[in-house]
């Protein structure tokens, strides 16, 4: 007797070789868009959108989609994207696949295969592919979420954008995902405690040698 089939995901099957499944997924993306599949605009950030640290601390941005169907089509199967940020400012540490409360909504059964590239300074590539089914995926996943965790640590003074680009998602079924948006984020660095205290030692100076030249140029009074 034959076990009941189960449908399986759009991009299982793929070579081990993260470069051969990149190109897959960006050729299965584009076949998928001469399918007659309804497509739904959705919204990728970076959140939070405005942070600031002080020189040394960790920095950690999230990538937040939203815009889904609420546990059911449309819903995410694969991503690719590129963060780019400034490396005199910011230095990348690491990465996490995944939302830290719901888990990986990617991989919720069977997993998926997921890849990082340091491209170059200032600039990383992240991707994840689902080997689950549709369905599966369909029930797992809520209309917003986290793709993933990037931590960097502040190493100088200054601000800098950290942007997405190069976006390419697909849905449960491989059809494109057409992005309505894309939201960035801004990272700056707090001044140092001794800024703060130089310059407001050397305008307490300043204002006190205002005052008393102005003491002494002042006309006795007459009597």
Same mark, same amino acid.
């Given at each position: 007797?034959?076990?009941?089939?189960?449908?399986?995901?759009?991009?299982?099957?793929?070579?081990?070789?993260?470069?051969?499944?990149?190109?897959?997924?960006?050729?299965?993306?584009?076949?998928?868009?001469?399918?007659?599949?309804?497509?739904?605009?959705?919204?990728?950030?970076?959140?939070?959108?405005?942070?600031?640290?002080?020189? !040394?601390?960790?920095?950690?941005?999230?990538? +937040?989609?939203? *815009? $889904?169907? =609420?546990?059911?089509?449309? &819903? #995410?199967? @694969?991503?690719?994207?590129?963060?780019?940020?400034?490396?005199?400012?910011?230095?990348?540490?690491?990465?996490?696949?995944?939302?830290?409360?719901?888990?990986?909504?990617?991989?919720?059964?069977? !997993?998926?295969?997921?890849?990082?590239?340091? +491209?170059?300074? *200032? $600039?990383? =590539?992240?991707?994840?592919? &689902? #080997?689950? @089914?549709?369905?599966?995926?369909?029930?797992?996943?809520?209309?917003?979420?986290?793709?993933?965790?990037?931590?960097?640590?502040?190493?100088?003074?200054?601000?800098?954008?950290?942007?997405?680009?190069?976006?390419?998602?697909?849905?449960?079924?491989?059809?494109?995902?057409?992005?309505?948006?894309?939201?960035?984020?801004?990272?700056?660095?707090?001044?140092?405690?001794?800024?703060?205290?130089?310059?407001?030692?050397?305008?307490?100076?300043?204002?006190?040698?205002?005052?008393?030249?102005?003491?002494?140029?002042?006309?006795?009074?007459?009597?």
């Amino acid at each position: 007797m034959r076990g009941s089939h189960q449908p399986r995901s759009p991009f299982s099957g793929a070579m081990n070789s993260s470069l051969s499944l990149r190109l897959r997924f960006t050729r299965v993306v584009g076949l998928a868009g001469l399918l007659t599949i309804p497509a739904q605009a959705v919204q990728l950030s970076l959140v939070p959108a405005v942070q600031v640290a002080d020189v !040394g601390d960790p920095v950690e941005i999230r990538i +937040l989609i939203a *815009g $889904l169907g =609420n546990f059911t089509a449309p &819903s #995410l199967g @694969a991503f690719d994207v590129s963060v780019s940020f400034n490396p005199a400012v910011l230095s990348y540490d690491s990465a996490t696949f995944g939302d830290p409360v719901l888990g990986d909504l990617l991989a919720p059964l069977t !997993g998926s295969i997921t890849g990082l590239t340091d +491209l170059a300074p *200032g $600039l990383i =590539n992240l991707f994840e592919v &689902s #080997l689950d @089914a549709p369905s599966d995926l369909h029930d797992a996943q809520p209309d917003n979420f986290l793709l993933a965790s990037l931590r960097f640590s502040m190493t100088a003074q200054g601000s800098t954008t950290v942007s997405l680009q190069d976006v390419l998602l697909a849905d449960a079924w491989g059809a494109p995902l057409p992005v309505e948006s894309i939201e960035n984020a801004t990272v700056s660095a707090i001044p140092e405690t001794g800024t703060f205290a130089v310059g407001a030692a050397t305008l307490a100076a300043g204002i006190a040698t205002a005052l008393r030249r102005r003491r002494n140029h002042q006309p006795a009074a007459t009597r």
